[in-house]
Structures are given as structure tokens and as C-alpha cells.
């Protein structure tokens, strides 16, 4: 089991041993059979909550206090949503089985789901996860180009699974430690990576920070080529979640697409995170005006049931299908089916990607007022409701605050919200609320925010 020392740096607030709960902790009989018996047990806070109960943007815990969601995208539409919860059970009591027989509404779904993506996007393969989605995107891209290798960011995640594990260099910082046909190259960190937004130029200027960090991907290509691999794939989560939501200059995804797409490889859009009106609009992707060849959704379809989706063009899904054959027992069945179809009307009934534009403007319009009262604050970016807020000691070095920030949870749950961390130091607070999160309940996390940020630079 990692250590605190070794663990990647976004999960130094969690804990992942018996060894780690000191003190006084109200449900350590739990903890300790959860130890015993379930593996690879990841629990936040020094004092793990017993969640019983969610509905809408609340979670209750069993001495019945409720918290402000702030962290979790799986209730995309709200902890326990009525009318998924409805469509979930209403065709649970009809029939569930496998996939290989005829049923309508996985076919509805499909219709509706690509209806909402970019024209020639419009065959969906049905998995459970975004690990598994991820897998098969990566599959599909080395069947069809005859390539093996691929292009990633620095301290990105992909799922687990062995094969995208590899892909996933959080977990691997050690270069040494990775696979031969993996290459990483820097996110658009303009904030602190080597490219600035200070350093001149703009996003369409030869010299600008997209250019600079797009030349990386085309530079990763050739090293790829180099050992023989050549590139089937440039995966990248279009939030950079794991890199503390960053937001790529407007020029960057397109140079990158371009210099992928040159060495014959296929551009994938982890969109697990960003997809789903999360950053504004249906899909991150579009903020960068690039259509992907390879979409891959996860969780937030299913508003907390597993469901997993690949979207790609009819060419490559046929060009697949001729030389490799793919089959999910679960993936579209017609519960999974049911419920990712009510999770959509949902999503369009209350025209969710505006909703989350426009709170997230708010949102962020307040986090900027709260840098201007914290030096603590040395950044404050992301898109729609999928925000990060990077905690520094001096302003002036970008010296992350990695040690404060591991506080920052504590602090925020006893005040009654729950957040996350981010980023390559653990240093970004990382705020990603359902998609219903509503202005009144801004306020309620700004607040606290406030409250602890006084109190943890006063200490």
C-alpha cells in the first residue's frame, strides 16, 4: 500500500490504512471491517464519513447532518434523481439480460446520444466504466492504424485497467516506470508549466503557449516513431482533472490534433470527466473548436450506475469491426440503456450546459473575489462547474502550498462541504459539484471556503 510520502500527491488528503485514522474517529468499527475485508480501501477525511442518504446536491451522513456536494460528478443530475431512479426500476421490473438481443431502447439511446455530437460521430460501443471505455478506444486506435503506441500528458489518468493503467502517469510518475510505448508530454499549464501565459505572444502566434505546448505532442510523436511504435492514439481528459483543471490556450488542441493526425494516429477525447454539459457545453471538446475521432464517456452518463460509452465515426467503428471483434455482456443493456436515456432528458429538459455556464460564471466571478482578499490564492480557472483553486506560498514563485492544502478538506467537511484535490503537487482545490448545483448554493461553498482559508493562514 502506498505511503503518504510515495502516494500520488492529489491523494495526500486521503487515507489508505488502519495505521492512518489516529485519534478520535466516530465509525472506527466500521472502518477497521472495511480494512479487513475490502481491498484497496481509499477513504477521505481524518474522520471518514458514513454517507447514508443523497438527494439533488446534499449528502447525509448516519448522525444526520447533511453536506453540500461539491466534489462528486457520478450523481451527474443529482444524488438519487426521481425520474432516473423511476426508469431504472420501472425497466429492472420488465426485463434486464445480456446484449445480444434485439431491444429498442438501447437503440433510442444510441440515436439520442450522437444527436448531441458533432456530425460523423455517430456509432456508440456500450461498456460499463470509463476505464473500460478508455480501453477500447485505445484498442480500437492500434486495430485500425497498425500503430501501438501513444501520446499522453504528464500526471494523467485514464482508468485502471492494465493496459490503461500504463496510460495513466499519476501513478507512474517515474518515467523509467512506464511502458516503452508510452510517451508523456506537459499539459497547457499556463499558470505554472514551462510555457506561460506571461512569457508573450498569442494563442495563434508561431511563439504563443499553444503552439509550444502542441509542438511537445508532435515531439512525442517522433519519439515514438523513433522506437518503433509509431502513434495510434493521443489521449487526453479535455479538463485535465488530475492536472488541476487546467484550460488549454484556444490554438492548442488543434495543433495538436493536426501533428497527431499527420503521423497517421486517431485523437481521443477522454471526456469522463468534462463530458455531459459539466464545462457549459455538452462536451469539453468543443470550447477548442476540434471534432475528436474517438469520444469516450464514463460515469456521469448513468447519474451513479455504470455506464460507459465510445463514440466514433462509422468509417473507424467499421474499419474495427472488420479485423477485431468486441462484445460487452452488460455494456447497453436495457436498464443501463433506460437510465442513461432519463439521465439525457433530464440534461436537456433543464438545459443543464447553460445552467452550468452560467453558475459557474458565478462561481468563478466569486473564487476571483476570494483571491483578492487570499494571497493563498495563486490561481483561479476551469470551465463551467469543473473549477480549480490553486493554493501557493508566495505568489510571486508560484511556490505550491501542498501541505495547507491537505487541510483544506478537513476543514471544508466540518464546515459542511465536500471538496477534492488536484494537481501535480496536491496543491489545487478542486471543485466539481453535480450539474444542478444551483447560484443559492454558492454562496454556501464560497463562504466556507473563506472561513477556512483565514483560518488555515492564520495558524
Not at 446520444?113 to 477500447?136: K, M
Request: net charge negative.
Amino acid at each position: 500500500m502506498p505511503t503518504p510520502a510515495n502516494r500520488p500527491a492529489l491523494l495526500g488528503a486521503a487515507r489508505l490504512g488502519l495505521d492512518e485514522f489516529q485519534g478520535e474517529v466516530t465509525n472506527r468499527a466500521l472502518i477497521e471491517r472495511r480494512m479487513r475485508h475490502v481491498g484497496n480501501s481509499v477513504l477521505f477525511y481524518a474522520d471518514p464519513l458514513h454517507i447514508v442518504r443523497g438527494e439533488g446536491v446534499w449528502l447525509h451522513d448516519a448522525q444526520g447532518r447533511r453536506y453540500l456536494d461539491c466534489y462528486n460528478n457520478v450523481a451527474s443530475v443529482g444524488h438519487c434523481r426521481p425520474e432516473v431512479v423511476d426508469a431504472l426500476t420501472a425497466q429492472a421490473r420488465l426485463l434486464n439480460t445480456h446484449t445480444r438481443y434485439l431491444h429498442g431502447t438501447v437503440v433510442d439511446y444510441a440515436e439520442k446520444l450522437t444527436s448531441l455530437l458533432p456530425d460523423g460521430l455517430d456509432v456508440c460501443t456500450f461498456v460499463c466504466t470509463g476505464t473500460e471505455a478508455n480501453d477500447l478506444a485505445l484498442r480500437i486506435a492500434r486495430t485500425v492504424t497498425g500503430h501501438t503506441g501513444a501520446v499522453v500528458m504528464e500526471s494523467g489518468y485514464h482508468g485502471n485497467s492494465t493496459t490503461v493503467d500504463a496510460l495513466s502517469t499519476v501513478v507512474h510518475p517515474d518515467p523509467a516506470d512506464r511502458a516503452d510505448w508510452v510517451q508523456a508530454v506537459e499539459p497547457p499549464n499556463t499558470y505554472r508549466g514551462p510555457f506561460r501565459v506571461t512569457d508573450g505572444g498569442t494563442d495563434e502566434s508561431d511563439g504563443g503557449p499553444g503552439a509550444r505546448y502542441a509542438r511537445l505532442v508532435a515531439e512525442g510523436v517522433d519519439a515514438l516513431a523513433e522506437r518503433g511504435h509509431g502513434t495510434a492514439a493521443f489521449m487526453c481528459d479535455t479538463v485535465f482533472d488530475t492536472q488541476g483543471s487546467l484550460q488549454a490556450p484556444a490554438d492548442y488542441f488543434r495543433r495538436a490534433f493536426a501533428a497527431v493526425r499527420a503521423a497517421g494516429g486517431l485523437c481521443i477525447a477522454d471526456e469522463v470527466q468534462a463530458g455531459l454539459a459539466r464545462t457549459g457545453r455538452w462536451w469539453g471538446f468543443e470550447h477548442y473548436g476540434v471534432v475528436p475521432d474517438i469520444v469516450t464517456l464514463g460515469k456521469p452518463m448513468g447519474d451513479g450506475h455504470p455506464i460507459g460509452v465510445v463514440v466514433t465515426t462509422r468509417d473507424i467503428a467499421e474499419e474495427f469491426a472488420a479485423r477485431a471483434v468486441y462484445f460487452n455482456t452488460f455494456g447497453g443493456n436495457p436498464v443501463s440503456a433506460a437510465v442513461g436515456s432519463a439521465v439525457l432528458e433530464v440534461c436537456e429538459r433543464e438545459d443543464l450546459p447553460r445552467r452550468c455556464r452560467d453558475t459557474g460564471a458565478l462561481l468563478r466571478s466569486r473564487l476571483e473575489e476570494l483571491k483578492r482578499r487570499h494571497p493563498v490564492i495563486g490561481d483561479v480557472r476551469g470551465l463551467g462547474t469543473f473549477l480549480g483553486v490553486e493554493l501557493v506560498t508566495d505568489r510571486e514563485t508560484a511556490a505550491p502550498a501542498t501541505e495547507l492544502t491537505r487541510r483544506v478538506p478537513d476543514a471544508m467537511r466540518e464546515r459542511g462541504v465536500l471538496i477534492g484535490l488536484s494537481g501535480r503537487h496536491g496543491n489545487v482545490v478542486k471543485v466539481r459539484p453535480p450539474l444542478v448545483f444551483a447560484p443559492e448554493h454558492v454562496d454556501t461553498l464560497v463562504d466556507a471556503l473563506d472561513q477556512v482559508l483565514a483560518d488555515l493562514t492564520r495558524a
